[in-house]
């Protein structure tokens, strides 16, 4: 590499020297002293709201940036739920092989019952259009049987 004349070439530091130390410092003083550079510019450069203290005459900045708005809580279930543990089916009798079990107090989306209305249709999983069943017992706030659609036995999904 060409330098200037009379100029003495660029040695690197030797490991351990104290060349090496000092420009080791001098490299992390210059990063710590730009990432400073870089939050006091950041700092400057949002928008200050300032509040004057009428008696002492004493203006003060105030912090302009609003906390974000937390998310509205979720309204609670009212829709239909497990009245106690019970077993999901696969078809509306307790002849029929046990898909699960649900916990007392589990969510359901209903979407029909049996043809005699003892048995309530329930999704395997929100928004599926697999179902299991329920005895009609093991169910509250469901609408009446009688206002659900007929739901065929499926043995396999269609």
Same mark, same amino acid.
């Given at each position: 590499?060409?330098?200037?004349?009379?100029?003495?070439?660029? +040695?690197?530091? &030797?490991?351990?020297? @104290?060349? %090496?130390? /000092?420009?080791?410092? =001098? $490299? +992390?003083?210059? &990063?710590?002293?730009? @990432?400073? %550079?870089? /939050?006091?510019?950041? =700092? $400057?450069?949002?928008?200050?709201?300032?509040? @004057?203290?009428?008696?002492?005459?004493?203006?003060?900045?105030?912090?302009?940036?609003?906390?974000? @708005?937390?998310?509205?809580?979720?309204?609670?279930?009212?829709?239909?739920?497990?009245?106690?543990?019970?077993?999901?089916?696969?078809?509306?009798?307790?002849?029929?092989?046990?898909?699960?079990?649900?916990?007392?107090?589990?969510?359901?989306?209903?979407?029909?019952?049996?043809?005699?209305?003892?048995?309530?249709?329930?999704?395997?999983?929100?928004?599926?259009?697999?179902?299991?069943?329920?005895?009609?017992?093991?169910?509250?706030?469901?609408?009446?049987?009688?206002?659900?659609?007929?739901?065929?036995?499926?043995?396999?999904?269609?």
């Amino acid at each position: 590499m060409a330098g200037l004349p009379g100029a003495l070439p660029a +040695r690197p530091p &030797v490991a351990g020297s @104290a060349g %090496a130390t /000092v420009s080791g410092w =001098l $490299l +992390r003083l210059s &990063v710590l002293l730009g @990432a400073a %550079a870089l /939050v006091a510019l950041y =700092l $400057l450069s949002s928008p200050a709201a300032t509040t @004057a203290d009428p008696e002492s005459g004493v203006t003060r900045a105030t912090n302009a940036v609003e906390p974000p @708005a937390s998310a509205p809580a979720p309204a609670p279930w009212t829709g239909p739920r497990a009245a106690r543990t019970a077993d999901l089916r696969l078809g509306p009798s307790d002849d029929y092989v046990v898909l699960g079990v649900l916990p007392r107090g589990a969510k359901l989306e209903v979407v029909g019952a049996s043809e005699d209305g003892l048995w309530i249709a329930v999704a395997v999983a929100p928004g599926s259009s697999l179902y299991g069943w329920l005895k009609g017992a093991d169910v509250t706030g469901a609408p009446d049987a009688a206002s659900l659609p007929i739901k065929p036995v499926r043995l396999l999904p269609e």
